[in-house]
């Protein structure tokens, strides 16, 4: 069975400084991997999403994560935090070859110091 | 191109009535998914429909039922409501489930169960 855990349900950085969320999946199959971003009262927004090809992927809004397979990771990072970027954030994976039903980490609450 | 839509943006119900969610499909979208987020929690994965017919379902129970009309519309239907059931139920339109497409999300509807 898949699933994704993220590490940290808050994470604070302040204004300007790098932003890292953590997610390590668990998949029996190659997994397609996504990061969503959800504002508050909205719904999810994709942010970037890894199914085939270079690992590491390129985002909206300044972010990127890296597929990395002997570890099972595929962390979320943005150089510089903007206030901009306060929102909720959630990892997921789903199985490639099969219908699109995507598992969700619970979430990391990004928090961004003035 | 209009977005995905959900109606009502948000709903208050009491223990045992019943209620229906819609949502409005992407333009040129076949494939409904629906899901369920908690307070505090990621999305869960309730089930999808692919040209009207279910294509995917998770861990709910058969009160929480679904329809998918030929325009691609679809309808989440829950019986015999539990307090557990207040959460945002988010549905998510693709162009086809058989092959990888990216899943775009409605704003969700926030209900409540007194």
């Known amino acids: 069975a898949q699933s994704v855990t993220q590490l940290g349900s808050h994470v604070s950085v302040s204004e300007g400084a790098l932003v890292l969320l953590r997610c390590n999946y668990s998949?029996?199959?190659?997994?397609?991997l996504f990061w969503y971003v959800q504002y508050p009262n909205q719904g999810l927004q994709l942010l970037l999403k890894y199914t085939t090809g270079a690992t590491l992927v390129k985002g909206i809004n300044g972010f990127e994560a890296e597929f990395k397979k002997s570890e099972t990771s595929f962390h979320l990072t943005k150089p510089s935090a903007h206030m901009s970027d306060a929102a909720e954030y959630f990892c997921a994976v789903s199985d490639k070859g099969r219908d699109d039903k995507i598992i969700f980490g619970k979430g990391t609450r990004l928090h961004i110091l003035p | 191109e209009t977005g995905v839509t959900q109606s009502p943006t948000h709903l208050i119900k009491t223990r045992g009535q019943q209620v229906t969610l819609r949502c409005s499909s992407q333009?040129?979208?076949?494939?409904v998914s629906w899901y369920q987020q908690a307070l505090g929690q990621g999305p869960q994965f309730i089930f999808q429909?692919?040209?009207?017919?279910?294509?995917g379902r998770g861990n709910f129970p058969p009160r929480f039922s679904g329809l998918q009309f030929p325009n691609y519309s679809s309808e989440l239907n829950v019986n015999a409501l539990e307090l557990d059931d207040s959460a945002l139920y988010l549905c998510?339109?693709?162009?086809?489930?058989?092959?990888?497409?990216?899943?775009?999300f409605g704003p969700g509807t926030r209900l409540t169960v007194l």
């Open positions: 429909y692919y040209r009207e017919e279910e294509n």
């Open positions: 333009s040129g979208h076949n494939t």
């Open positions: 998510a339109s693709s162009l086809d489930s058989r092959n990888y497409n990216e899943q775009f």
């Open positions: 998949s029996s199959v190659p997994p397609y």
